[in-house]
């Protein structure tokens, strides 16, 4: 099913004789634009049409989710011609160049294998499936579609993560041996996603995946225990220790239950201990605190930030990232699907090893 909204009359098109630097500059960049169609319009979903509508190389043009009232609501908020609940009708519009898949994660397999059967480009949010089966399947879909496949995990574009993978490339700390980190949110944020997902999977997957990345090496074994604070679907608190095969050991910590008045959305933290050096991130120390007549908080200045109306930070490097790849033609490589897969199966051993109370060997 398609619906039409806001549609426009075509243009009539007159002949251009501006032939000045500016002009054919424009028409460049003109050229250049992709039409993407995002499927999932939930909060996150919602941030994507966000940060497309400000990329001069995407144009938003199409959205789908199965809800009709919220399809009419970001169809008309972002001004997007064309609207669905199915998928396959987005999938069928030659138009459309790249699909961003953003529906919740144990739904992440069907609309991506189809998109990249049709030939479509793939932009996935992370994580990339809820079983290391389908994220195979994915996998295998992807090396027969004529489209790229990028899983989105934002942090490898966060300026201070990235800042970290080029000391530790260079030798600055030697090998890694330990890493923690700590990745907490207040229950105002998790009461409505606990039923979705759970911490270990839903937040840890951010950091087992930058551990892998840092390290080069591979996750032999995870033990973890997990807390349930609040009668809610999946458990608010997860702990994991992982073990490398390169020896180094981690600690992954992922508490969604910090006080409803904790001051920041997200406690956001990662210690690297290598052989002759180490590294610190603290992203979440209070770069900009807003104090109001009601409390302090920390808003982000990371990862999805309003700058001059435009939604910036580390969401927009990674779309303006892949669809740099997609227009010249070449495989993301500062993320691939295998190491994205890395990390689902880590964190999904970290959760059968809570539920065992055993250690997991991968």
């Known amino acids: 099913m398609v619906t039409k909204l806001n549609h426009q009359p075509s243009a009539v098109i007159l002949p251009n004789c501006d032939t000045s630097p500016k002009t054919k500059r424009l028409e460049a960049m003109a050229m250049r634009q992709l039409n993407v169609g995002v499927i999932g319009l939930g909060w996150f979903g919602e941030k994507h049409c966000e940060v497309l509508a400000g990329l001069p190389e995407a144009n938003l043009a199409a959205v789908c989710t199965r809800t009709p009232e919220r399809l009419a609501e970001v169809s008309a908020a972002f001004n997007v011609p064309k609207a669905y609940t199915d998928y396959r009708g987005m999938l069928a519009d030659p138009d459309i160049d790249v699909i961003s898949v953003v529906t919740m994660w144990d739904q992440h397999v069907d609309p991506t294998i189809a998109a990249l059967e049709a030939g479509k480009h793939v932009f996935l949010e992370k994580p990339m499936a809820s079983t290391v089966a389908d994220c195979d399947r994915i996998i295998a879909a992807a090396r027969h579609s004529k489209g790229s496949l990028m899983v989105g995990h934002v942090c490898r574009f966060n300026p201070r993560y990235a800042a970290a993978k080029q000391e530790i490339d260079a030798g600055r700390i030697g090998k890694i041996v330990a890493i923690y980190a700590r990745r907490n949110l207040p229950t105002w944020i998790t009461a409505s996603v606990l039923d979705k997902i759970g911490p270990i999977i839903g937040d840890g997957v951010h950091d087992t995946d930058l551990m892998l990345w840092y390290t080069g090496a591979?996750?032999?074994?995870?033990?973890?225990?997990?807390?349930?604070?609040?009668?809610?679907?999946?458990?608010?608190?997860?702990?994991?220790?992982?073990?490398?095969?390169?020896?180094?050991?981690?600690?992954?910590?992922?508490?969604?239950?910090?006080?409803?008045?904790?001051?920041?959305?997200?406690?956001?933290?990662?210690?690297?201990?290598?052989?002759?050096?180490?590294?610190?991130?603290?992203?979440?120390?209070?770069?900009?605190?807003?104090?109001?007549?009601?409390?302090?908080?920390?808003?982000?200045?990371?990862?999805?930030?309003?700058?001059?109306g435009v939604r910036s930070g580390a969401l927009r490097e990674e779309w303006a990232y892949f669809l740099r790849c997609v227009t010249e033609g070449r495989q993301p490589d500062v993320i691939r699907p295998e190491e994205s897969r890395a990390a689902v199966a880590a964190c999904l051993a970290a959760e059968q090893s809570a539920a065992t109370n055993q250690v997991v060997f991968l």
């Open 218 to 308: 591979k996750i032999i074994s995870a033990y973890a225990q997990t807390t349930r604070v609040r009668d809610l679907k999946y458990p608010d608190i997860g702990m994991t220790m992982y073990r490398f095969d390169s020896g180094a050991i981690a600690i992954n910590e992922n508490n969604w239950a910090l006080p409803e008045r904790s001051p920041m959305q997200i406690d956001e933290r990662m210690e690297i201990v290598g052989t002759t050096g180490s590294i610190s991130i603290h992203d979440t120390t209070p770069n900009y605190l807003v104090v109001d007549n009601k409390q302090s908080h920390y808003t982000d200045t990371t990862y999805w930030p309003l700058i001059h």
